[in-house]
């Protein structure tokens, strides 16, 4: 009874073509993660300016009928002005999500913004929480708009299918 009560805080349910879609979010949790420094305790010897480099990726992995499995991988690599690194950061968050009745393009969208709007807020809190533990201070990042990421990267690989190749 409990999975029941659970469920229903994060199921949406609704209709569309007369078909039956459903959107639960199952399990959510890391994959990975890592946090490396490889310049202390020598780094800590210097003025903390830090210069962000933070990169995400998105992949998804049907393992079971209407389950998906979507893991957003986030990379924060943060070095000094130097170019010393002061740590990388990397977490794999991941979710399982039931998925049914969607048409293949609105379930692609729904796997690459939906999902991964589900997943960052965890993952940005795992690469701030390694930051801290890692002795340094906190790296608040930024919210992400996946809805214009996922337009941008569409749009991006239309570009290059239409370029003839050389």
Known sequence: MADKE???NVQATGQANG???KFVIQRIYIKDSSFES???PDIFKTEYKPNIQFNMNT???NFQENFHEVILTMTAEVKNSDDKVYFIAEVQQA????IEGFEAERLTEVLHISCPNILYPYGREVI???AVKGGFPPLMLAPVNFESAYLQAREQQTKQQEEPAS
């Open 19 to 21: 078909t039956a879609m």
């Open 59 to 61: 992949k998804t992995n």
């Open 38 to 40: 490889p310049n202390t």
């Open 95 to 98: 979710g399982i999500f039931q």
């Open 128 to 130: 701030d929480n390694l």
């Open 6 to 8: 659970d469920q229903s």
